[in-house]
């Protein structure tokens, strides 16, 4: 009969500087120890635990993401769940799917997993106990990374204890176990990845066992350490069995076995998304200079830079158990994050240099680059934006910033998009499209009437001798002027000397509502005649990018007539006929027959002449 235990949880203030709440979702440790019925010390046990999160030899400390144990009894659980809490606090661990069998117990226990909620969620549906000889099973959890939805972003762990000791029989049977551990991986794809982890008890790399697990197929192993035979003084870095010179309750004999193994899938070992960091495979405590003998034999050097604490932790490894824990680091999938402005504003047909910044980075929350792979990803712009780029994306808050020009060739509404997409493996949110929009406006058109384009005109005006500074003013229109277009700017005229000067002739933002030029003239102690000048006005688009510059030409003539009456058009000191035809002649313009001045030749003009009649 299957017994399950429910899970538990733990959450209080996480320890030590190294490990940081930061960490979720980041890389992933993975541990396995056989424990052997938890006969060895606690106290030390705890320690040693502890001490896994404080390992800091592949760059970084983390507290291990999954734990998993071998020959754990139903009786074991509750002390192994205190002192998971004991060892790791402020880590809030779950304890994974745990059956036992009716002969586990009897047969050195089962297999137990513990797994960081922070990081990871168990898929209970998907365990497994798989019958591998000695008695016991092997188990199969499915794992998922919180925060990814990719299947690749998800790993099964098989836990095993296979049959132990030397014979030629009980190497067949650890073989059936290899075999039933392959079947059942097998069955489950191709493309998985997969931890194989445990005490498998494999004397030498010939072994039947051995070579099944990387035997070719589906879920095909794959040794980190390589295929090479692995006993003998030379390879002492590689063993797990036993950190003791005494047998007692805890089988002793020194360091001279490998027994425990991390196998994976070369999923696993490709370097893409959700793989192995190199190097960081290791049996925990051992310095490879204690072949056949206690790991705290004289000094040891796990810790190279710091004696006093290897010591430490090869005191604790002697007492806590008759094996020495096997731990490997995982790098997870990035998580691509995209920024760009929602728009990139106004410009003017043609500017140049106008570019949009996309910003891409990697979000995975990590204690350490090397915890999750490297994000490249390609970003290309289409619909008004230009140009692409193949990137290697920085980690958060950090991030690597790509400028795609617009296209400002077309004047109209723009609604760009930036493709920002990825093949890293497992990588979450891997196409990410932001949209710019923005406008491309057309030139403004400055122009002397209202109707058609006009850049030059003639302003006329008339005054009597001794009146006075009289003013002229001219309207300057922006033809034709929608939202598409760019406003107009007056920016001055040009240089000009007495009798005339300038009133106004600046004006910024002119849309539909023209403006009015204003220039002045000095009738004092002009005799009469024509006074003629010519004056080039400066006008651009308004202040936005690919502003463009327009010059108008106006011929102000201003006449001095001979009377001071300015209904007297022509000078001629009466106000006649000759006079009269002139403010026809001028009907409906600006010109110098504006008498009343509202700068339009009409009928209150045509009263104002006839009423200086004579």
């Avoid at 003791?244 to 020194?254: A, C, E, H, K």
């Avoid at 009907?587 to 030749?601: E, F, H, I, K």
């Amino acid at each position: 009969m299957l017994q399950k235990f429910p899970a538990f949880f733990a959450s209080v203030a996480l320890f030590g500087a190294a490990i940081a709440a930061s960490d979720a979702s980041g890389q992933v440790r993975v541990v396995t120890y056989n424990l052997a019925k938890l006969a060895g010390d606690q106290n030390a046990l705890r320690a040693a635990l502890a001490e896994m999160a404080q390992d800091n030899k592949p760059g970084f400390a983390v507290a291990p993401a999954v734990l998993l144990f071998q020959e754990i009894r139903n009786a074991d659980i509750a002390e192994l769940d205190t002192n998971i809490l004991a060892a790791f606090p402020g880590v809030s661990y779950s304890r994974g799917t745990f059956t036992t069998s009716g002969t586990e117990d009897g047969a050195s226990g089962a297999q137990c997993m513990y797994y960081r909620t922070d990081k990871l969620t168990e898929v209970p549906s998907s365990h497994a106990d798989i019958a591998t000889g000695g008695s016991r099973n092997s188990d199969r959890w499915l794992l998922t990374l919180n925060g990814y939805s990719s299947t690749a972003a998800r790993l099964y762990v098989y836990s095993s204890h296979l049959k132990a000791s030397n014979t030629s029989a009980d190497a067949a049977e650890r073989n059936t176990g290899a075999i039933a551990l392959r079947n059942n991986a097998n069955a489950l794809g191709a493309g998985q990845h997969i931890i194989f982890v445990g005490d498998y008890n494999l004397y030498d790399n010939i072994e039947a066992a051995y070579l099944t697990m990387l035997a070719a197929g589906n879920a095909q192993c794959l040794d980190p350490l390589g295929t090479a035979n692995w006993t003998t003084a030379a390879n002492a870095i590689k063993h797990t069995q036993s950190p003791r010179d005494i047998t007692g309750t805890l089988i002793g004999g020194g360091v001279d076995d490998r027994f425990d193994f991390q196998f994976l899938t070369a999923e696993f070992q490709d370097g893409d998304g959700l793989s192995l960091i190199p190097g960081s495979y290791r049996t925990f405590g051992n310095d490879g200079a204690h072949y056949n003998l206690a790991i705290n034999n004289g000094n040891n050097t796990y810790y190279p830079a710091d004696i006093a604490r290897s010591n430490s932790l090869a005191d604790v490894l002697y007492d806590a158990s008759d094996h020495l824990p096997v731990l490997a680091d995982y790098q997870v999938p990035p998580i691509m994050q995209v920024t760009a402005p929602v728009s990139f504003g106004p410009v003017i047909r043609g500017a140049t240099g106008i570019t949009v910044a996309v910003a891409v980075s990697n979000a995975a929350v990590v204690v350490h680059p090397l915890g999750t792979d490297t994000l490249t990803a390609s970003v290309v712009g289409s619909t008004g934006l230009v140009g692409s780029q193949s990137i290697t994306a920085a980690l958060v808050p950090a991030s690597t910033a790509v400028n795609l020009a617009v296209n400002t060739s077309v004047a109209g509404a723009v609604s760009g998009t930036a493709t920002v997409t990825t093949t890293v493996e497992g990588t979450q949110n891997p196409t990410i499209v932001k949209t710019v929009t923005g406008s491309v406006l057309q030139y403004s058109n400055p122009s002397w009437t209202p109707k058609t384009a006009t850049t030059t005109t003639t302003a006329t005006a008339s005054f009597g001798p001794n009146t006075g500074v009289q003013e002229v003013a001219i309207p300057l229109y922006n033809l034709g002027y929608t939202a598409a277009m760019a406003r107009l700017d007056v920016d001055g005229a040009s240089a000009i000397s007495a009798p005339f000067s300038i009133i106004d002739a600046t004006e910024s933002n002119i849309g539909a509502t023209p403006t009015i030029l204003r220039f002045s003239f000095d009738t004092t102690g002009r005799t009469p005649g024509v006074y003629p000048l010519g004056v080039t006005i400066s006008t651009s688009d308004e202040n936005l990018p690919g502003a463009t510059t327009r010059s108008l030409t106006l011929n102000l003539s201003i006449t001095v007539t001979g009377s001071s009456n300015p209904a007297d058009l022509d000078g001629d000191g009466d106000v006649d006929a000759g006079d009269l035809a002139t403010l026809l002649g001028q009907w409906g313009t600006a010109g110098s027959a504006d008498l009343d001045g509202d700068n339009m030749v009409g009928a209150a003009d045509l009263a104002i002449l006839l009423g200086a009649w004579g």
